[in-house]
């Protein structure tokens, strides 16, 4: 046991200083919330609890509401073939571009702060065809398309970016396949 101590220490501050050594992760700097409404397709992501049930055709879909928010509909299909969704609710932070914080937790929670989830835009194509969705705690990843498919250069590029953002791709789950 002692040795394992021994081993797992330099590796940890081996990642914490990776970590600290990356670029920071910051949102887009110009972002359009009505372009960006609209379906989104999964084409990879950090493995999450809350996906766990998902194995194919996650999408993402964002509609703009009259109160300044943006209604969020997460469905997915689970290896038994159904098809689940989890409905929610995102506002923008002031301020920032790009940046929205996301509540799937009831409406009577959303005065907590923990039910809020900080959810950046990090990379996006000017014509809102592909995003990059990430978080400054670098848990959370999500490469996003307009269409069930990405290219495989562009979804290398995505990758590399990330990487250069501290994110840890090892576990990163491709859903969709590429072009």
């Known amino acids: ?7 797992s220490l330099p590796l940890s501050l081996l990642l914490a200083s990776a970590a600290q050594a990356a670029s920071p992760v910051e949102s887009v700097g110009r972002f359009e919330l ?3 409404a609209g379906q989104w397709h999964e084409i990879a992501h950090l493995p999450v609890s809350f996906q766990k049930k998902c194995v194919a055709d996650i999408t993402a879909s964002y509609r703009l509401r009259a109160d300044g ?10 290896s038994d073939g159904d098809m689940i969704e989890a409905e929610g609710v995102a506002r923008p932070v002031s301020g920032h571009p790009g940046r929205l914080q996301v509540r799937f937790a009831p409406d009577w ?7 809020w989830a900080d959810y950046w835009v990090i990379a ?3 014509d ?4 990059m969705v990430g978080e400054p ?10 269409t069930p498919s990405m290219d495989d250069a ?7 970016q990330a990487t250069d953002m501290g994110y840890d791709l090892a576990p990163l789950k491709v859903m969709a396949p590429v072009d």
Not at 69 to 78: F, G, P, Y
């Open 128 to 131: 809102y065809q592909w995003a």
């Open 137 to 146: 705690g670098r848990r959370y990843l999500w490469i996003l398309s307009r």
């Open 69 to 78: 928010r943006i209604s969020v509909l997460n469905r997915c299909r689970t």
């Open 154 to 160: 562009l979804l290398e590029r995505l990758r590399r």
């Open 124 to 126: 996006l194509d000017p």
């Open 1 to 7: 046991m002692h040795h394992r101590l021994l081993l």
């Open 109 to 115: 929670l959303s005065w907590l702060p923990w039910a």
């Open 34 to 36: 009505d372009r960006y």
